[in-house]
């Protein structure tokens, strides 16, 4: 079956260092990938995503590189803000999807300033 | 723009007791669904509706029932509850282009607690 393995954290960092969470997966066919993010007290919302092999999704300064080969698709941002403080879910998408996205655990960041 | 709306936030149940957690969204979503979150666990999906009148079972249905009599509720109900389903709920919706992608819509959470 599928499955998104992601550190689970928490990851702290201060402000304005490069931030790198790890996202591994495994699926049948060709999933889609994302990164979805939760604030304090809030649903998740989309981040950013990438539909095919060596795709870049980027919003918000974040950015992720699909990765077929490593089965990869590793979350980065060069300087980080306290704002970004949050929990990032990786997920996929594979086949219809009808029967929802596979989640990672999650990641909780946080961004000491 | 209300977007996915949960209610209640917040619930304390004790064990054996039933209630429903309601979900409205006003975007004229096709899909609809429900996800349970746990600590070290991510987002399980519990049942989930591609339309008025078609609903099904997910990951992690037991102890749960849904139902979808329009296009914008989709209420889970818990019959039973039991300390287990102690939780963090979401309610998350997209239309069907959306649902390709992946891009689902989430409300902000209903908390139960179950003694």
């Given at each position: 079956g599928n499955s998104v393995t992601q550190m689970e954290g928490p990851v702290t960092l201060s402000e304005e260092a490069f931030l790198t969470i790890n996202c591994t997966y495994t699926a049948t066919g060709y999933p889609s990938l994302f990164w979805y993010v939760q604030y304090p007290g809030e649903g998740l919302q989309l981040l950013l995503k990438a539909t095919k092999a060596d795709d870049k999704g980027s919003n918000k300064g974040f950015e992720a590189t699909y990765r077929k080969e490593t089965t990869s698709f590793h979350l980065e941002k060069g300087s980080v803000q306290v704002s970004d403080s949050a929990v990032y879910f990786c997920a996929l998408l594979s086949g219809g999807g009808a029967d929802g996205l596979t989640f990672g655990k999650g990641t909780h960041l946080i961004i000491q300033p | 723009n209300a977007g996915v709306t949960q209610t209640p936030k917040f619930q304390v149940l004790k064990t054996g007791q039933s209630m429903t957690l309601q979900c409205a969204q006003?975007?004229?979503?096709e899909y609809m669904s429900w996800y349970r979150q746990d600590p070290g666990m991510g987002l399980r999906l519990i049942h989930y509706s591609v339309g008025a009148g078609i609903t099904d079972q997910g990951e992690v249905p037991n102890g749960y029932n849904v139902s979808r009599s329009t296009t914008e509720d989709f209420p889970l109900r818990l019959l039973s509850a039991a300390p287990s389903q102690t939780s963090v709920y979401f309610c998350a919706s997209s239309y069907f282009g959306g649902l390709n992608t992946g891009e689902l819509f989430f409300g902000e959470g209903s908390r139960l607690t179950v003694l």
């Open positions: - | 006003d975007m004229n979503h």
